[in-house]
């Protein structure tokens, strides 16, 4: 069985959230995936699905304390 080729049709967007601990990042991702599930459909997930979804570590240096956290969420709209 062959792949099909993915045609992207939209303008591909990043959008990432960075803040301290504790400070409404995934309370925010939550907000955003509800109001573009009402507005467009597909599915929103709640906060508990956010924090507890696996994470991607990446380590930017060893000799600094920096260490940051990622969660993919797709998201789709009608334009």
Do not use: C, W
Not at 49 to 74: F, G, Y
């Amino acid at each position: 069985m062959s792949k099909e080729k993915f045609e992207r049709t939209k303008p591909h967007v990043n959008v990432g959230t960075i803040g301290h601990v504790d400070h409404g990042k995934t309370t925010l991702t939550a907000a955003i995936t509800t109001v573009l599930a009402k507005t467009y459909g597909g599915s929103a997930r709640a906060f508990d699905q956010i924090d507890n979804a696996p994470e991607e570590k990446l380590v930017v240096s060893p000799s600094t304390p920096l260490t940051l956290n990622m969660t993919p969420r797709l998201a789709t709209t009608r334009t």
